[in-house]
């Protein structure tokens, strides 16, 4: 298994423009996790899916972000503006409901909004 | 609350020198706990779990929960042990972990 697969790595775009973010969890785990890793906050729970259904979003910052899991390999995590303050690096992350307890990370997106 | 608390932000020691990275976490049911290491621009690679009992690249950590502790220890720092390290918690059903703000251990030579 090639693991958690996230891209792009490196996004740099115009504050006001959309950004998507991507992730292909490991085959056969079924819940998936967005973090946000900042120097000032370190690593935030965004949002997080189990059997592609959204559990909790709490975390999701503001309207701007959704994120979507349309099948069991695939989620989206979207800026919509975005803004300075959002140029972050996003990790995806997956696991197995109750057989292994640890995360998968992805390599992360770094994204830089001028 | 649910929260995990890593008092220092950086420990700088030098080789050959022992280690230990605080953890204090804060649970009302029976904790899972684990630390997570990232290298310089890498992904978070999980380094070991309470569960476990496990041994990982020298390092060990005990669950303590009279003091509500997961330290990670180390007896003689390595250079390549200078990483990002982060304590989590993992709260529900779903593997929902929360992490602490972590610590950057530095390693001189």
């Known amino acids: 298994d090639a693991g958690v697969i996230q891209s792009p790595r490196h996004e740099v775009t115009e504050m006001g423009q959309e950004v998507t973010l991507r992730c292909k969890p490991i085959?056969?785990?079924?819940?998936l996790f967005w973090y946000r890793q900042t120097m000032m906050r370190g690593l935030e729970l965004l949002i997080y899916?189990?059997?592609?259904?959204?559990?909790?979003d709490s975390g999701m910052p503001e309207d701007r972000f959704s994120a979507k899991m349309p099948n069991a390999s695939f989620s989206t995590l979207k800026i919509q503006p975005s803004e300075p303050r959002d140029s972050a690096v996003y990790f995806c992350?997956?696991?197995?409901?109750?057989?292994?307890?640890?995360?998968?990370f992805g390599s992360g997106t770094r994204l830089t909004v001028v | 609350a649910q929260r995990v608390t890593q008092p220092e932000k950086l420990l700088s020691v030098f080789k050959g020198a022992p280690v230990e990275l605080k953890c204090n976490y804060s649970?009302?049911?029976?904790?899972?706990l684990f630390w997570y290491v990232q290298y310089s621009r890498q992904r978070l690679q999980l380094l070991l779990r309470?569960?476990s009992r496990e041994s990982i690249k020298g390092f060990t950590a005990d669950l303590n929960k009279g003091e509500t502790s997961f330290h990670l220890k180390k007896p003689f720092a390595q250079e390549e042990d200078s990483a990002m390290y982060y304590c989590?918690?993992?709260?529900?059903?779903?593997?929902?972990?929360?992490f602490g703000a972590g610590t950057r251990l530095a390693v001189h030579p």
């Open positions: 992350a997956s696991s197995r409901t109750g057989v292994d307890y640890g995360y998968t």
């Open positions: 085959s056969g785990h079924n819940s």
């Open positions: 899916f189990n059997n592609n259904v959204p559990i909790d």
């Open positions: 649970y009302s049911g029976s904790p899972e």
């Open positions: 309470h569960i």
């Open positions: 989590a918690l993992s709260s529900g059903g779903y593997n929902k972990l929360i």
